[in-house]
């Protein structure tokens, strides 16, 4: 599985942590920056990670701000994309059995590296659940024309 990693400043120490931690699992990280703590603006490290994504480029992508929230409205701003800001491993769990979201975004400032780690464990091992939930998931991308 082929993954699209990305944080503004709020979250590029775990970023970095996530990075090296996907890696040593195997999973191939393609890593969009930013690359140090110095301030950036999220939407700018948001779009080209959520645009691999919405090429097919990358299988699921993992973005990272302060909240995740910003990371979230950015992404979702891409045709294709379903990001969830998640901050609890069941809501992990729920976006891809649910909502097959396809990003994850995370809070790097609120939520520990261990929970974050969790959640990402949850949300790229989880299938979607399909049946009456894809029909949901439909409509909503169907709100993009
Ligand atoms: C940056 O200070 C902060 O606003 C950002 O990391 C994020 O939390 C936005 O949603």
């Known amino acids: 599985m082929r ?23 195997g999973y191939e990280v393609e890593d969009f920056g930013c690359n140090s703590t110095e301030s950036v ?5 948001a779009a080209p990670a959520a ?11 993992i973005l990272v701000c302060g909240t995740g929230i910003g990371m979230m409205l950015a992404a979702n701003k891409i045709r294709g994309i379903r990001a969830a800001n998640v901050t609890s491993v069941p809501f992990a769990e729920l976006c891809r059995e649910h909502n097959n979201a396809n990003i994850v975004t995370l809070s790097g400032r609120f ?7 969790s959640i990402i464990e949850v949300f790229l091992r989880t299938e979607f659940a399909g049946g009456r939930h894809a029909r949901r998931v439909e409509k909503i991308m169907d709100l993009e024309n």
């Open 41 to 45: 603006d999220y939407p700018d490290y």
């Open 111 to 117: 939520v520990d590296l261990a929970t974050n780690e």
């Open 3 to 25: 993954i699209a990693l990305a944080s503004d400043h709020g979250g590029f120490e775990q970023k970095e942590q996530i990075r090296d931690w996907l890696t040593d699992q």
């Open 51 to 61: 645009r691999a994504v919405a090429s097919g480029a990358c299988d699921r992508g």
